[in-house]
């Protein structure tokens, strides 16, 4: 079934390159429609895992990413619907094949500790998944950005100039995803912080123990917060929009992949679950 | 007589190049005073826009003629010969007329069916009219440029809508704030180019259009044609730093807006994106700004490479059009060697002339016992059939299918009749007389 998954997500991928080489319309609409059916069928097998294991599978890295790569996945599609634009997804799609790899490759079924047994456990997840799939979108517009961009200061139109939106689109939608993503981000932290709070005084789990401002899963994530937030702040009051904004918003994204995968995976003492 | 033509465009030579050689600057009444005197060539329109410069000539020999306009061109513009040389395209004969016939009809534009060109076309050639430098062979030359290129416009799409740089530069503004409709800009200079520019910025409906000059009447002047309001040449560094697009097209020498002025825009206006199109030659504002984020300074040429894009989307008409030229050419073609043969028709008719003069005179004593009604009949018929004799030689002649025919039949026609040598008075048996062939073919060219 995962395996199954994944290659729709390639098939999506490969689509999408071909739609973006060619400008062709109906290859345009066979990448929405893979790329839609795997979306579809990833919300079947959380859904699945989610009545299997009786709560929704965000515990570990490996599921935590599945159901980032699932949001990304239906986050772009709604952006592609709203602005009718598909420029992005050969961008976008890599980046899902890529972590749902991960994922696949890591997969395992685990049973919840105690400790995350608590409604604060979905909306801290969720928000935070939320949060990283609009940084995502985020980024990738960046970069598109940045490839328009080039192409019009350097005054030879050509590949780009002829698949993409305009510049100011693209810093628009830059700039609201990053705004989404930051409300995301920043509420998911604080709900994680006040849960940890109540948490700290009765607990004995030593990850709970571990979860303080050194660990490196939370102070990753409290740096991509801090480039997001300077990224509204310097596009508000110091008028650092677009080329910057962009390259902003793909450092903050690097950082979210960072603690998402390697930090994720073997680094933290706290998020280990 | 050859039709002869040297010139640089952009084509062959980059805008730097055309600005040292725009004889505008020098201007173009010293240029045609100081080819008018050059031996080498017999008459001279001098053609200079933003994107050529060009020499329309005629001579006996074109191989010097060229030689010599490469130096004339050279010293002119103080641009050394070297330099020049491998920008320098020429043409002679037939390839003259098509390529006139194209530029005239857009067809050689940097975007292709500008219409601009046209009225630049009928400046240079009205001005050399006006410096009584051009001569039989030119006045044919470009009125017959005027109606190709009157004919293009009316029968293909090469002319409509868009209009080239301001086309272009209309496509760039979309990629780089979407919609237009509100966007302000800021038009400096109120020329041709500039009004062009402005018209199709309001036709894709922009929220105002400021317009400023030099001369206050003539910002007033193109402000009210496109719907914008005028504002004072004082206060245009206060407008840019509200406008999203400015167009320069100032006839200023220099650079009329510098790096500094734009920087420091940029920093009030927070980086805000400015888009400057600068269609002035030469340039209004300094290429250095373009190192600036956010400000995309596009030049006349940089708009070339919008230029594929409606070559292809104008390509239908193109070849639509290049068949029209290539059938004016054809046609300017059949007039040259019909002027051609002008010579040997004249000859030909005087010959025939004499021939029945000269029976009439033989006759006369018998014809003198006739009536005056009955003589002046006489004196009618053999005029008919003298005409009626000549009318498919001259239209043969006339219309020979190319040059190389043109010069035989005319050839043939001075043999058969005679025609070299002078009619020999009353003498009937001229045709005996073996004549050596002529010196020279008959001229295609007079």
């Given at each position: ?22 400008r ?12 839609a ?26 599921a935590?990413i ?11 599609l ?6 009718d ?57 960046g ?12 005054k ?27 409300l995301f ?11 940890l ?12 123990a ?45 950082i979210v992949?960072l ?15 | 007589?050859?039709?002869?033509l ?51 000539v ?7 003629t ?9 010293r002119?513009?103080?641009?050394p010969k070297t ?9 002679t004969?037939p390839?003259?007329v ?46 017959s ?15 409509e ?23 302000d800009?800021l ?25 400023t ?34 167009v ?17 825009a940029?920093?009030?206006?927070r980086n ?15 290429p250095?700004a ?30 639509q ?19 051609g043969?002008i ?6 008719r005087?010959?025939f ?10 006759l006369?004593?018998?014809?003198n016992?006739?009536?005056?009604e ?11 059939l ?46 005996e ?10 001229p295609?060219?007079s």
């Amino acid at each position: 079934m995962t395996i199954l998954l994944l290659s729709l997500y390639v098939a999506a991928g490969v689509t999408y390159g071909m739609h973006f080489a060619r400008r062709d319309a109906g290859a345009g609409r066979l990448a929405s429609a893979t790329l839609a059916a795997a979306a579809l069928m990833h919300t079947f097998v959380i859904g699945m895992r989610t009545v299997e294991v009786g709560h929704l599978p965000f515990v570990g890295a490996p599921a935590a990413i599945s159901a980032f790569v699932w949001l990304l996945a239906v986050a772009y599609l709604y952006t592609e619907v709203t602005t009718d634009e598909r420029a992005m997804g050969v961008f976008i799609v890599p980046l899902l094949v890529i972590l749902q790899t991960v994922s696949t490759l890591s997969d395992r079924v685990i049973e919840p500790p105690p400790v995350l047994d608590s409604p604060w456990f979905a909306v801290h997840v969720s928000s935070l998944l939320f949060a990283y799939a609009a940084f995502a979108l985020a980024c990738v517009i960046g970069i598109t950005y940045v490839l328009l961009f080039r192409e019009l200061k350097s005054k030879q139109l050509g590949f780009f100039a002829a698949r993409l939106p305009s510049l100011q689109v693209l810093d628009t939608m830059n700039g609201r995803a990053v705004g989404v993503g930051w409300l995301f981000l920043t509420a998911g932290l604080a709900v994680g912080g006040v849960w940890l709070f109540q948490l700290q005084p009765e607990t004995a789990d030593p990850r709970v123990a571990a979860m303080t401002l050194l660990d490196p899963k939370i102070s990753v994530v409290l740096l991509s917060w801090t480039v997001y937030s300077f990224e509204l702040y310097a596009r508000r009051v110091i008028g650092w929009s677009g080329r910057r904004a962009a390259w902003l918003s793909a450092l903050g994204f690097s950082i979210v992949l960072l603690n998402l995968v390697p930090v994720g995976y073997f680094l933290t003492k706290s998020h280990n679950f | 007589m050859e039709l002869l033509l040297l010139g640089v465009s952009h084509h062959t030579a980059p805008v730097d190049l055309r600005e040292r050689v725009d004889f505008s600057r020098r201007g173009v009444t010293t240029a045609l005073g100081e080819l008018s005197v050059r031996p080498t060539l017999a008459e001279a329109v001098v053609l200079t826009t933003c994107n050529r410069a060009e020499l329309y000539v005629t001579c006996e020999d074109p191989v010097a003629t060229v030689r010599d306009l490469a130096v004339f061109m050279s010293r002119f513009h103080d641009v050394p010969k070297t330099e020049l040389a491998p920008h320098l395209y020429t043409h002679t004969g037939p390839d003259v007329v098509r390529h006139l016939f194209r530029v005239a009809s857009g067809l050689d534009s940097l975007v292709v069916g500008e219409p601009q060109i046209f009225g630049q076309v009928k400046d240079a050639y009205a001005t050399a009219s006006e410096e009584r430098t051009t001569g039989a062979l030119l006045n044919k030359l470009f009125t017959s440029a005027f109606g190709v290129g009157k004919r293009v416009r009316a029968d293909t799409g090469l002319g409509e809508g868009a209009v080239s740089v301001s086309y272009a530069a209309i496509t760039l503004a979309r990629k780089i704030f979407g919609s237009l409709e509100q966007r302000d800009v800021l038009v400096v200079g109120a020329g041709e180019m500039a009004e062009l520019t402005a018209t199709h910025l309001r036709s894709q409906a922009v929220r105002s259009i400021a317009v400023t000059s030099r001369t206050r009447t003539r910002a007033e002047a193109l402000a009210q044609k496109v719907d914008g309001h005028a504002v004072t040449w004082s206060e245009l560094p206060a407008q840019l730093l509200t406008a999203d697009i400015m167009v320069t097209a100032t006839g200023a020498q220099t650079p009329v807006i510098n790096r500094t002025q734009v920087d420091e825009a940029m920093r009030a206006r927070r980086n805000r994106p400015l888009f400057i199109i600068d269609i002035g030659l030469p340039r209004d504002v300094d290429p250095a700004a373009s190192d600036l984020e956010q400000v995309f300074l596009y030049n006349i040429d940089d708009l070339r490479t919008l230029v594929d894009e409606n070559l292809a989307r104008r390509r239908d008409q193109m070849s639509q059009a290049e068949s029209m030229v290539s059938d004016e050419v054809e046609s300017f073609q059949t007039w040259l060697r019909a002027r051609g043969s002008i010579p040997t028709l004249v000859a030909l008719r005087r010959h025939f002339e004499d021939l029945r003069q000269s029976e009439l005179n033989r006759l006369e004593p018998k014809l003198n016992g006739l009536s005056p009604e009955a003589r002046s009949r006489v004196d009618e018929i053999t005029r008919l059939l003298v005409q009626k004799l000549l009318i498919s030689p001259t239209e043969r002649l006339k219309n020979a299918g190319d040059e190389q025919t043109a010069a035989q039949y005319s050839e043939v026609v001075t043999q058969l009749f005679g025609l070299a040598e002078p009619l020999a008075g009353e003498t009937t048996s001229t045709d005996e007389h073996t004549s050596p062939p002529p010196k020279t073919k008959t001229p295609v060219t007079s």
